[in-house]
């Protein structure tokens, strides 16, 4: 799996009690934040850092009370969103027993205080990590509820990894299914912070880091292996560059009902996709009140060669999508079933 570090520059400082007017720099604020890459140079923007788009995962290290670290997370998402490849936000203070209350509050299916009041969601979520949720839910991304469960944790951290035994199948199946707590340079430098307890009470300790460190791990993996299949998705809204302007341009009104994805399998893929659909209807046409779904290499385009098909802009993965007007829940669960055929 590929990763990619960010190195976030957080300068905070304090006003004093002079009343001279003076115009404050940038680093004397708490929101201030700089972004550089692996050569120590500034980035203004991830959108122009190929090995962040290329990623699998981006690890963000926090600060978790300090708002200058929440406020560049929330601009770091935002922005990865603009790419075309699929993005998910990943989140600490969820467990997987959050996972089911957290997709109905991205869906719009319960409120806020309801999402806060029955998930293990920390208590400065609104100030520190709600802008993260809010882009997610407006802009349809994936919110993974990635950590164990706290009371499991804690458990842990008492008796050690021999409380996992005592787990039913329902709860062992909130963890990750394996816990390593064999030596490793991670541990010595656990145990070598530890400056209190007895050597088997930090080996609990240690288990318990191990189990949400792992856990955590788990989740965006299963994920990434849940959701492979699309490569990318092409529409207006998601172009950079000399096609966002022209899409800008042209489609003032709104961005339409066509969108195409692109499939990691390629032709097969494609076909298999489409053979799969149940509700979607196969058709070439557009601007049908029905979704309409068409795999262009294997049939509009199949009577030209593969160079001629990538110089008409049809690669073998390519799926074009009509949206029409069922019920946006039944459109994406027929995607979804025939991704997973």
């Known amino acids: 799996m590929k990763k990619s570090m960010l190195t976030l520059a957080l300068v905070a400082g304090l006003s004093g009690c002079s009343t001279t007017a003076t115009v404050p720099d940038k680093s004397s604020s708490l929101y201030y934040s700089a972004l550089y890459n692996a050569q120590a140079k500034p980035v203004s923007s991830v959108l122009l850092e190929p ?53 109905q509050y991205v ?30 839910k407006t802009n349809n991304r994936d919110v993974i509820a990635a950590n164990a469960p706290k009371n499991i944790v804690t458990c842990i951290g008492r008796q050690g990894v021999s409380y996992l035994s005592k787990l039913d199948e329902t709860q062992q ?57 699309i490569v990318s998705v092409i529409y207006p809204s998601l172009f950079e560059g000399a096609d966002k302007i022209l899409a800008e341009k042209y489609l003032s ?38 979704t309409l779904a068409i795999h262009p290499a294997s049939t509009t385009h199949s009577q030209l060669s593969a ?12 799926v074009r999508l009509s949206v029409g007007i069922e019920h946006i829940d039944d459109i994406i669960a027929d995607i979804d079933q025939a991704l997973k055929a």
């Open 107 to 136: 869906k719009g299916e319960i409120g806020e205080q309801y999402l806060i009041d029955n998930t293990q969601a920390w208590p400065n979520y609104k100030s520190g990590y709600r802008a993260l949720v809010e882009l997610a």
């Open 307 to 318: 160079d001629d098909q990538l110089k008409a802009g049809v690669t073998p993965g390519y």
């Open 173 to 229: 199946s909130y963890i990750a299914a394996a816990i390593d707590t064999s030596p490793s340079d991670y541990k010595q430098r656990f145990m070598t912070s530890m400056h209190h307890g007895s050597p088997s009470q930090n080996e609990n300790y240690y288990a318990a880091q191990v189990t949400w460190d792992e856990t955590m791990g788990e989740s965006i993996v299963n994920y990434l292996n849940n959701h492979k299949d």
């Open 51 to 103: 090995k962040l788009l290329n990623a699998d995962v981006v690890l963000v290290g926090e600060w978790h009370t300090h708002p200058g670290v929440h406020l560049f997370q929330a601009e770091l998402f935002e922005q990865l969103s603009k790419s075309n490849k699929r993005t998910a936000l990943s989140l600490e203070q969820f467990s997987r027993a959050d996972q089911l209350t957290l997709n």
């Open 253 to 290: 009104s709104g961005n339409g009902a066509l969108i195409g994805i692109e499939l990691k399998g390629g032709a097969d893929a494609g076909r298999s996709f489409i053979d799969n659909l149940k509700l979607i209807y196969h058709v070439a046409n557009i601007g049908d009140a029905r």
